[in-house]
């Protein structure tokens, strides 16, 4: 080979170079993840959700490429979300955040794979036709919100006189408040216990609704799984410490903020399960084959130091019964 033979080969190769990178770039699968709530307060959430997809072999930046949406809180947002994922030709969405982000994707597309979180019963909202089958193009993981009301209402009442009125506070933006309205009655009822169900859905919604329950006497509040509730946990603390309420929540992260309980699913153990089944799904799985998951993982969060300005004596049951206590 003499020289103008060799440069001209180089050249060539150099030039296929830039193409064979772009080809890999184009090969990387890219998947949409869809959040109700803002990106800064689900930081922890996204970094679960990343060692699922880890856990299959996936890691964003290097074989994995991801497209983020938040609806910071506006269920009204979510279809036009959803569908821009659909329109960019995502390898699969993966909807958390509760029951809108779900319920917007599967709205959106009946073929794209989905992988979902759902507060209510997954099959009564039409996202698949069964939990071991789904069948369709969607499955996820089911957060049994239902039997979690009833017992976040037995938790609170062991802080209260038995006869007294509780508040429960509920989202009427969200597509799943009507089903969780009707799990909070039929839970009190069970109990013989006195329950108002208020409702917000701004920030002044919410000082309206702790208004009212100092209005009817309310001695206590359970806070509906929301993704906009979550957000504004720090206003929840400071309202709780001004009106002296004893609130208790779906999520840990309000307790960290400064509320004083909250029993619930593992957010972050659910995330990671999403991770995995978009990575199953990227391998080769289908939605309709990968049964819709039960959450495995409860917490039990009190923050004792909340107690203590609240004027309130834990008892040693709820004090044992905790998985964390904050101090």
């Known amino acids: 080979m003499n020289r103008r033979e060799f440069i001209s080969l180089l050249g060539g190769a150099a030039a296929a170079w830039p193409r064979a990178a772009r080809a890999q770039q184009q090969a990387m699968p890219t998947i949409g993840f869809l959040h109700s709530a803002t990106s800064d307060t689900v930081v922890h959430f996204v970094t679960a959700f990343r060692h699922g997809l880890r856990e299959t072999g996936f890691i964003e930046g290097q074989n994995l490429a991801v497209e983020y949406r938040f609806a910071e809180g506006h269920y009204d947002r979510l279809p036009t979300l959803a569908a821009d994922l659909v329109r960019r030709q995502v390898a699969v969405i993966v909807a958390s955040g509760g ?186 799985e289908k939605p309709s084959d990968l049964p819709v998951e039960q959450p495995t993982k409860f917490e039990f969060v009190i923050n004792l130091k909340t107690a203590k300005t609240l004027g309130l004596t834990v008892p040693a049951t709820l004090l044992t019964f905790a998985d964390e206590v904050i101090e």
Not at 124 to 134: C, F
Not at 173 to 190: H, N, V, Y
Not at 221 to 242: G, M, N, P, Y
């Open 99 to 284: 029951d809108p982000p779900a319920l917007a994707v599967k709205a959106a597309t009946a073929t794209m794979p989905i992988v979902f979180t759902c507060s209510t019963d997954p099959v009564k909202l039409g996202l698949v036709t069964s939990l071991n089958r789904p069948g369709g193009n969607a499955t996820g993981v089911s957060g049994l919100t239902s039997m979690m009301l009833a017992k976040r209402l037995e938790l609170i009442r062991e802080l209260v006189s038995s006869d007294a009125t509780i508040a429960a506070l509920v989202n009427p933006s969200s597509s799943s408040a009507e089903a969780q309205s009707e799990d909070l009655l039929a839970a009190a009822q069970a109990y013989k216990q006195r329950l108002i169900v208020l409702t917000a859905s701004t920030v002044g919604d919410i000082d309206a609704a702790f208004a009212t329950i100092i209005q009817q006497h309310a001695v206590a509040l359970i806070v509906d799984t929301d993704a906009f509730f979550l957000a504004r946990r720090d206003h929840f603390s400071a309202l709780e410490a001004q009106f002296k309420i004893p609130a208790i929540y779906a999520q840990r992260e309000f307790v960290v903020a400064g509320s004083l309980m909250s029993y619930g699913v593992s957010l972050s153990n659910i995330n990671r399960q999403l991770g995995v089944y978009a990575g199953r799904i990227l391998k080769g």
